[in-house]
């Protein structure tokens, strides 16, 4: 079982940054692929970023490459999302997800665990 909690969230105006966080416990959470995803109001979750167990792989959503970064540092088992040069259309809950396979995977279906999310809000 592992459990996921994310922080960092709030609002911003366009153009600045964040990081999110999101803590994971268990006691096999550095094996697994962790990613993020974000849902706008009236609209279905979708994905914003993915990295492997070790960090050498990493895929993202067209609308966040080269304004967002995921990484991890597995001795704190925590994964990171920074996002640079935020626009009003990233606003969303963002949210962590876990999957105990170790292959990059952009559906939410493949994804076993979620945390709660975090709200993320940026103003024109």
């Known amino acids: 079982q592992v459990q996921l909690v994310e922080s960092g969230g709030g609002l911003v105006q366009a153009g600045d940054s964040l990081r999110l966080s999101c803590a994971a416990s268990?006691?096999?959470?550095?094996?697994?692929?962790m990613a993020w995803f974000r849902q706008a109001p009236g609209k279905e979750r979708e994905f914003v970023a993915a990295?492997?167990?070790?960090?050498?792989?990493?895929a993202y959503a067209d609308s966040v490459k080269g304004r967002f970064t995921i990484s991890r540092d597995n001795a704190k088992n925590t994964v990171y999302l920074q996002m640079n040069s935020l626009k009003p259309e990233d606003t969303a809950v963002y949210y962590c997800?876990?999957?105990?396979?170790?292959?990059?995977?952009?559906?939410?279906?493949?994804?076993?665990?979620w945390g709660q999310g975090t709200q993320v809000s940026v103003s024109s």
């Open positions: 997800a876990a999957r105990s396979r170790r292959t990059l995977y952009i559906s939410s279906s493949g994804y076993d665990y």
């Open positions: 990295i492997t167990s070790s960090g050498a792989n990493t």
């Open positions: 268990g006691r096999t959470s550095s094996t697994y692929t």
